[in-house]
Nanobody, 124 residues
Framework: QVQLVESGGGLVQAGGSLRLSCAAS????????MGWFRQAIGKEREFVAA????????DHADSVKGRFTISRDNAKKMLYLQMNSLKPEDTAVYYC?????????????????WGQGTQVTVSS
């Protein structure tokens, strides 16, 4: 059984902050890398951030470096994305995902399980 559920999205003004959470019901959660992706209307799903199985290594897209931070709590089976200094261009549906073994962390095809997404809207 695999289930990923995102929460924490909403409407925020530019410059504001949000923290997204992803609750996992995956037996192998602590043994897999995780990632956040986002998809805006009319655009392809794009990489936001990834974190390895233990949480000691992380990667963030250039567009969010210095503003977003990915983290995880394996004991609680939770994945987080702290988003600060939000911009209108950050508006999208945000998805958490579990990386497949050997998958490329920056590509959607590198992940085998996905949540349903949570909407983030940033007003100017």
């Amino acid at each position: 059984q695999v289930q990923l559920v995102e929460s924490g999205g909403g409407l925020v003004q530019a410059g504001g902050s949000l923290r997204l959470s992803c609750a996992a019901s995956v037996r192998t959660f602590s043994s897999n890398g995780m990632g956040w992706f986002r998809q805006a209307i009319g655009k392809e799903r794009e990489f936001v951030a990834a974190i390895n199985w233990s949480g000691v290594a992380a990667d963030h897209a250039d567009s969010v470096k210095g503003r977003f931070t990915i983290s995880r709590d394996n004991a609680k089976k939770m994945l987080y994305l702290q988003m600060n200094s939000l911009k209108p261009e950050d508006t999208a549906v945000y998805y958490c995902a579990q990386r497949r073994p050997g998958g490329v962390s920056t590509m959607p095809r590198g992940y085998d399980y996905w949540g349903q997404g949570t909407q983030v809207t940033v007003s100017s």
